[in-house]
């Protein structure tokens, strides 16, 4: 992770449902040495990073049948071959009682200053907020 303080305000989503209430208008904070998503704030996690093409997305983000949810690049807005996917690696938190995962702990990175990343299947769009003095 970068030495600099990077912040993402969540402005709005693609896919949603009244679930999403509870993630829009939040903020992302990624520094060298800790996640927040609101008051969940996880020191120095681990990262990985990993390359993924459009056919892998798909192939790892949707269901196996007919009837599953099915997810393209196309789809998020992404208009490249490949993307760039960080996943924060973090202690399990309790957000809802029915995940560990913490929104923002896995992300496509869509173009310098937004990026992507799902919750129970909703995939939400974030930019980058400019802020003196963070």
């Known amino acids: 992770m970068e030495d600099r303080s990077r912040s993402a305000y969540i402005r709005y989503f693609l896919l949603g449902s009244y679930r999403s209430k509870a993630i829009l208008q939040t903020e992302i904070e990624y520094t060298s040495d800790t996640f927040r998503w609101r008051n969940v704030v996880t020191k120095d996690p681990r990262v990985e990073v990993a390359a993924l093409t459009a056919q892998q997305f798909h192939d790892e983000n949707s269901g196996g ?34 995940t560990t995962e913490i929104p923002g702990d896995t992300i496509l990175v869509k173009d310098k200053n937004t990026i992507l990343f799902s919750v129970c299947n909703l995939y939400f769009e974030a930019k980058r907020m400019h802020t003196d003095g963070r």
């Open 65 to 98: 049948s007919v009837n599953s949810s099915q997810v393209s690049f196309r789809q998020l807005g992404i208009k490249t071959r490949k993307v760039v996917q960080i996943a924060i690696l973090h202690p399990p938190a309790e957000i809802t009682g029915a």
